[in-house]
């Protein structure tokens, strides 16, 4: 039974001696070859030059603040319960007198982790968020001898504060802030 | 067999079931179960005298009994309404209560401060629920939500006025479950709020039941407060010898933890009846002061509807396994490549919340940094 009637019957015929050296073909072989110096490069200096991730790209979590620099994070959970690969990970505290000025809301993540080796950067997290506190930036974590830098900690996730180093901020929106503009 | 009593037929939702006289509307209607049960913020049985605020359970009369089946001109609130002889209520099936019941739902979300971020109650919060039901997406109240005074009521209960949907079920509890009510509702109207009027706080032996009986987040457990989302926790029934009350609670552990107790609740959030068919109060010393494993008789986990995200990693006749490794290799234990205790702050061995009183401070979890 045929599918199409595209099929070609195999030639099985011997081949000449013209066709046994190859030459023919190594030349058009070399042909393709030498076409590719002439086109586009697919390759990039990677260190040097970074490619523009896409603006819906998941990468490596950031923990928002507030305008007036105050961490939004409450400690819900639900990011915690939404993670397929139950790599976050939080400890609630409350917030004492004295401390409005560095959270948001009365209760707020004294302890908060993201384990990079369980991270699947699928974007739960993000969409599960009531707070607006946690969101997926531009950048990937970045590579580690061992196990225990992937374990990122509050310090490393928070955003940089946007009132005492604003371009540290900006930076670390990226291309997010266009996208909300 | 003269006094034998005669069965009234009551069609709820199209199910016709038997009850005896005197049933309300609410109790027929949960002896059928699922949908066809109305929700009750307000209502509760072991409390004589609640029900009839909240509104949530307004049903349709489509015909008042046999004797006379006339249709009830008003919907009414079911758990007030006993039922008649040969009656036919609609629920569900009636777009009418659905409509009333969404415009319910508004009312009470319209002061609510929706922190369930934040609130202790998230996860088993009756009217989150209800909301996730009848609710809106989104607001039509154009005004500031009233706000309060803090009030303290003592180191056991923190209360949250904001969220109060001002039910009463508290204030039935202090009466009819403790010796001495110290607490009610002051003012009137929008200013109504739950308080003691003169600063007093609610230490009485049974009060800690209040918790329970709140439908919202508006009492919460302090010896609980923040330290942990009820979904984490893993309910355990267990049972001790309390001279003061029945003992039979449910923990809500985190490892061998026990971070919270409170009483056994049936599938309607309310307060079991423990086997001598009475309701199942628990005193302030075994839900404040027992929070060590040592002190309970564990029973085995807690059954939770497997709807309830509570249930969600809770595993019914769970074995743990042994460390087979060790067994196979020779008594040679596996390398570890990490041990997470040594990275992570998060259920820091050293850290026992449930030891803590209130909630836990910042410094709490700085400790092991420090050291």
């Keep these: 039974m045929q599918l199409t009637n595209r099929a070609k019957p195999v030639d099985r015929k011997p081949m000449t001696w013209l066709e046994s050296i190859y030459l023919w073909n190594i030349g058009k072989g070399m042909l393709i070859t030498l076409s590719h110096f002439f086109k586009k490069k697919a390759t990039i200096q990677y260190p040097e030059k970074k490619r ?4 819906v790209f998941r990468g490596l979590q950031v923990l928002n603040r507030d305008e007036e620099g105050r961490e939004r994070c409450t400690a819900c959970g639900l990011c915690a319960v939404a993670c397929p690969a139950e790599a976050i990970t939080m400890e609630a505290a409350e917030r004492q007198n004295g401390e409005e000025h560095l959270y948001r809301e009365e209760k707020y993540a004294a302890k908060y982790e993201i384990n990079m080796l369980r991270c699947i950067f699928c974007g739960y997290c993000e969409e599960a968020c009531p707070k607006d506190a946690i969101y997926l930036s531009q950048t ?9 830098g992937f374990i990122y900690k509050k310090e490393d996730l928070l955003i940089p ?21 | 067999m003269a006094d ?26 949960r002896k059928i179960g699922g949908d066809v049960a109305p929700p009750a913020m307000c209502y509760y049985t072991p409390l004589k005298g609640s029900g009839g605020k909240c509104r949530t359970c307004l049903v349709e009369v489509a015909a008042g009994s046999t004797a006379d089946p006339r249709p009830m001109p008003k919907l009414v609130a079911s758990c007030r309404t006993n039922v008649m002889d040969g009656m036919v209520v609609k629920n569900i099936t009636s777009p009418k209560v659905m409509d009333a019941r969404n415009g319910v739902v508004e009312f009470l979300l319209i002061n609510h401060p929706l922190d369930c971020p934040i609130c202790d109650q998230a996860g088993e919060c009756h009217l989150q629920d209800l909301s996730y039901e009848h609710g809106k ?19 056991y209960i923190q209360l949250h006025m904001t969220r109060c949907i001002l039910c009463y079920r508290c204030v039935f509890t202090a009466d009819q479950v403790t010796n001495n009510r110290v607490h009610g509702v002051l003012d009137r109207g929008d200013h109504s709020e739950i308080a003691t009027y003169i600063k007093m706080s609610l230490d009485n032996d049974f009060i800690g039941n209040v918790i329970d009986v709140c439908p919202v987040g508006a009492l919460t457990d302090k010896t609980f407060r923040f330290k942990n989302r009820v979904w984490f926790t893993k309910p355990v029934d267990a049972h001790r010898d309390c001279p003061t009350c029945c003992g039979k609670v449910t923990l809500w552990q ?37 929070k060590k494993t040592s002190d309970w008789v564990i029973e085995g986990v807690m059954k939770v ?27 040679r234990a596996p390398k570890l490549l990490m041990d997470i205790h040594n990275v992570s702050d998060i ?25």
Aim: glycine share 8%; charged share 35%; aromatic share 8%.
């Design chain 2, 137 to 155: 997406e989104s607001t039509r109240y154009e005004f500031k939500k009233r706000t309060f005074k803090k009030h303290d009521l003592g180191k």
């Design chain 2, 254 to 290: 985190r490892g061998d933890e026990v971070l919270r107790v409170t009483a056994r609740k049936d599938q309607w959030g309310e307060i079991m009846n423990t086997e001598d068919g009475k309701p199942g109060w628990i005193c302030n010393e075994c839900r404040f002061e027992k």
């Design chain 1, 52 to 55: 523009t991730f896409s603006q």
């Design chain 2, 347 to 371: 259920n820091d061995p050293d850290v026992d919340l449930s030891l803590i009183q209130g909630p836990a401070t910042g410094k709490v979890f700085e400790k092991k940094s420090k050291s």
């Design chain 2, 4 to 29: 034998e009593i005669k069965l009234f037929k009551v069609t709820i939702d199209n199910i016709t079931v038997e009850v005896p006289p005197g049933t309300s509307i609410l109790q027929a209607a």
């Design chain 2, 305 to 331: 509807s497997r709807h309830s995200v509570i249930s969600a990693n809770k595993y019914i006749n769970a074995v743990k396994p042994e460390e087979t490794v060790a067994a196979v290799m020779g008594g």
């Design chain 1, 140 to 148: 990937f974590a970045p590579a580690n001898y061992g196990r225990s």
């Design chain 1, 161 to 181: 504060d946007p009132i005492k180093d604003p371009e540290g901020y900006k930076k670390a929106l990226g291309e997010r802030s266009k996208l909300k503009d």
